[in-house]
């Protein structure tokens, strides 16, 4: 298995370069992953979103739909897009340390 | 064999010809999927699939029930009063329960998502219509022509 070292930890990754282990993830590798991926700064905003996926994600065991998560978050698709471009779900995922999300909604 | 033939889709155009409940969805659910991994998606209406985004039709679409093999039901039934009533009502019911929203709400979506929404040129004539008889999401209403323009360098579907 792949591993990196962010915000100073050795940390394992899964196939798709998620974090493998939830208990590897913080405030600070989330934003040392952010920073790998082009988002340098997280936001109030961006951080409404990652912890609205991590919160469903406890509760259901997968990743929320855009759909699902433009309703309950507070934070509207064109705004999801601008805080996460190229592909909002997967990032924000990736970020908070969660599987890359499987919906297709 | 193309050598690049691994190389990622950046860009897809989605072409939707058909007016059917079932015709309209695989186009919409692509468009958005493109845009959820952060590819360029645009989509186009043609003939019948112009139904989908005019605002006297979109919220009425219906499921085929005759000359639907999928339907799994002799065609004669398919034809009986409500039959396709009651298909779409089922349909939108399983579709809420894995999130899928109605037309409008998603073309809404793909729209605020920066999909691009257009309605054909040609259609628009046979039918006689004009853009005010569009959902306001709908960019412009062009040729073939421009829309090979506009899918330049990406991938183009047709459904």
Not at chain 1, 46 to 51: F, S
Not at chain 2, 25 to 39: D, K, S
Not at chain 2, 66 to 86: C, D, E, K, Q
């Amino acid at each position: 298995m792949a591993t990196e070292v962010l915000a100073g930890k050795t940390l394992e990754l899964d196939a798709d370069g998620h974090l493998a282990n939830r208990a590897d993830w913080n405030e600070s590798v989330a934003a040392a992953i952010a920073s790998q991926e082009g988002i340098p700064l997280l936001t109030d905003r961006h951080w409404a979103v990652i912890k609205y996926m991590r919160a469903e994600f406890e509760k259901n065991g997968q990743a929320p739909s855009i759909r699902k998560l433009t309703k309950e978050s507070g934070v509207d698709t064109k705004e999801l897009y601008a805080l996460f471009p190229k592909g909002p779900a997967k990032k924000a995922a990736k970020i908070g340390g969660l599987p890359k999300p499987v919906g297709c909604i | 064999m193309s050598t690049n033939s691994e190389e990622p889709i950046t860009k897809v155009s989605i072409v939707v010809s058909h007016g059917s409940l079932e015709g309209v969805y695989p186009g919409l659910i692509m468009a958005n999927g493109a845009r959820m991994e952060g590819m360029e998606a645009s989509l186009f209406f043609t003939f019948f699939g112009l139904d989908a985004i005019m605002e006297k039709r979109m919220d009425k679409l219906k499921v085929a029930t005759v000359g639907n093999p999928g339907m799994h039901m002799p065609t004669i039934l398919g034809a009986l009063p409500g039959m396709s009533a009651f298909a779409t009502g089922m349909m939108h019911k399983e579709m809420e329960k894995i999130d899928i929203p109605p037309v409008r709400e998603f073309l809404e979506m793909i729209h605020d998502a920066g999909g691009e929404i257009y309605a054909c040129k040609a259609s628009v004539d046979m039918f006689h219509l004009s853009k005010k008889d569009f959902c306001p999401q709908v960019k412009d209403i062009i040729s073939v022509g421009q829309f090979y323009e506009k899918s330049a360098g990406g991938q183009i579907i047709f459904t």
